[in-house]
């Protein structure tokens, strides 16, 4: 989740200023991946690049650039944009033993950078994927390039604007989108001389949230919705049961009340996992058969145990449901070996089976 986005251009939006910390490479262990953001702003945190002494001398080194800028409107909204390359390595100096080395990047962020804020976030919303291309100051401590380039954003699916590009950016992209199946692994590259002026750096937003249809607002339902609201999933929360909803959710959480729950099933994209979870047998079951009807989706979990599980197996093979169909209900729902029947358990169980499904 880029939750650093919506901070950023809160904060910009306000007049002030923040220094986005990101991940540009690693070398051997590191505690984050490329890609990993951090944003610090005076009055708080929004991310992480992992913790440990690192995150806290970058934190450090953050809040030094902050109180360069100064407080003053008039400075804030002439800041340029000034990012810092720099290396660290993980051993003695950094009381860590990850033993290898990370290269983060410092960008001071302002008013100045609202426009590729605000365009970056539309398209987040949209779930269009996007790209940052950061270009400029070279290692902390050496001389800056006199004109850094300002932050460009670009929408991955846009053809044209990316066969604009110069031929060594396209290359770079390219091995970016086929780094796996559906998107890079690490959704940031650093290219070009690291040493100096001339390196830059595609900061590419992750995939977007797995698309989660939950059906059941129940003590396990409940409790695995708190768990969701910290994961990079976005939840369609299906009930008939209005005061079974709590008074507030996650911006992610998306509440659907309603007395045909069974319906919603065809509105889910293909891709979506779902989690079923209700308090009523027969709605299970018809939900069960919409499921596995579609065969579009990427989980299916059914709460209940395994005599549940043989029961709707020959009530669904009496409807015409195949059994290569069946096959993909994953009943009992969640991963195997934590034992327990506490609510918040059983959610802990299906959180990690759905990580595991990503």
Same mark, same amino acid.
């Given at each position: 989740?880029?939750?650093?986005?919506?901070?950023?251009?809160?904060?910009?939006?306000?007049?002030?200023?923040?220094?986005?910390? /990101?991940?540009?490479?690693?070398?051997?262990?590191?505690?984050?991946?490329?890609?990993?953001?951090?944003?610090?702003?005076?009055?708080?945190?929004?991310?992480?690049?992992?913790? &440990?002494?690192?995150?806290?001398?970058?934190?450090?080194?953050?809040?030094?650039?902050?109180?360069?800028? &100064? /407080?003053?409107?008039?400075?804030?909204?002439?800041?340029?944009? /000034?990012?810092?390359?720099?290396?660290?390595?993980?051993?003695?100096?950094? &009381?860590?033993?990850?033993?290898?080395?990370?290269?983060?990047?410092?960008?001071?962020?302002?008013?100045? +950078?609202?426009?590729?804020?605000?365009?970056?976030?539309?398209?987040?919303?949209?779930?269009?994927?996007?790209?940052?291309?950061?270009?400029?100051?070279?290692?902390?401590?050496?001389?800056?390039?006199?004109?850094?380039?300002?932050?460009?954003?670009?929408?991955? #699916?846009?053809?044209?604007?990316?066969?604009?590009?110069?031929?060594?950016?396209?290359?770079?992209?390219?091995?970016?989108?086929?780094?796996?199946?559906?998107?890079?692994?690490?959704?940031?590259?650093?290219?070009?001389?690291?040493?100096? /002026?001339?390196?830059?750096?595609?900061?590419?937003?992750?995939?977007?949230?797995?698309?989660?249809?939950?059906?059941?607002?129940?003590?396990?339902?409940?409790?695995?919705?708190?768990?969701?609201?910290?994961?990079?999933?976005?939840?369609?929360?299906? +009930?008939?049961?209005?005061?079974? @909803?709590?008074?507030?959710?996650?911006?992610?959480?998306?509440?659907?009340?309603?007395?045909?729950?069974? #319906?919603?099933?065809?509105?889910?994209?293909?891709?979506?996992?779902?989690?079923?979870?209700?308090?009523?047998?027969?709605?299970?079951?018809?939900?069960?058969?919409?499921?596995?009807?579609?065969?579009?989706?990427?989980? @299916?979990?059914?709460?209940?145990?395994?005599?549940?599980?043989?029961?709707?197996?020959?009530?669904?093979?009496?409807?015409?449901?195949?059994?290569?169909?069946?096959?993909?209900?994953?009943?009992?729902?969640?991963?195997?070996?934590?034992?327990?029947?506490?609510?918040?358990?059983?959610?802990?169980?299906?959180?990690?089976?759905?990580?595991?499904?990503?």
């Amino acid at each position: 989740m880029n939750d650093w986005l919506e901070s950023a251009l809160a904060l910009a939006q306000q007049g002030q200023a923040a220094v986005l910390v /990101t991940v540009a490479a690693t070398t051997g262990s590191a505690p984050r991946e490329a890609g990993a953001h951090l944003l610090v702003g005076a009055g708080g945190l929004s991310g992480s690049i992992g913790g &440990g002494h690192l995150e806290y001398q970058a934190i450090q080194q953050a809040r030094r650039m902050l109180a360069q800028a &100064g /407080t003053a409107t008039e400075a804030l909204s002439s800041l340029p944009p /000034t990012p810092q390359l720099q290396r660290f390595a993980l051993g003695a100096s950094l &009381g860590q033993c990850c033993g290898g080395a990370v290269r983060l990047l410092f960008e001071r962020l302002g008013p100045p +950078d609202l426009a590729w804020l605000q365009q970056a976030l539309q398209w987040q919303r949209c779930g269009v994927r996007w790209c940052r291309v950061v270009q400029g100051a070279g290692m902390a401590g050496q001389d800056a390039m006199r004109e850094p380039m300002p932050v460009r954003v670009l929408a991955l #699916d846009d053809t044209a604007a990316l066969h604009g590009l110069p031929a060594a950016l396209q290359q770079a992209l390219a091995s970016l989108q086929v780094a796996s199946g559906e998107g890079p692994a690490d959704p940031a590259l650093l290219f070009g001389p690291q040493s100096g /002026t001339g390196w830059t750096l595609l900061d590419c937003a992750p995939q977007p949230p797995m698309p989660v249809w939950l059906f059941g607002a129940g003590h396990v339902g409940r409790a695995l919705v708190r768990i969701l609201a910290g994961l990079p999933m976005r939840v369609s929360w299906v +009930d008939s049961r209005i005061e079974a @909803f709590p008074a507030q959710v996650a911006p992610h959480i998306q509440v659907c009340c309603t007395d045909t729950p069974e #319906d919603e099933v065809g509105a889910a994209p293909p891709g979506a996992a779902f989690v079923v979870l209700t308090h009523d047998h027969a709605l299970d079951f018809e939900l069960s058969r919409r499921i596995l009807a579609r065969g579009d989706f990427r989980f @299916f979990g059914l709460i209940g145990s395994q005599t549940k599980r043989l029961s709707f197996t020959q009530r669904l093979r009496a409807r015409g449901v195949d059994d290569a169909q069946i096959a993909r209900m994953t009943c009992p729902v969640g991963v195997a070996g934590i034992e327990g029947k506490e609510p918040e358990v059983i959610a802990v169980a299906i959180a990690a089976q759905l990580l595991q499904s990503r």
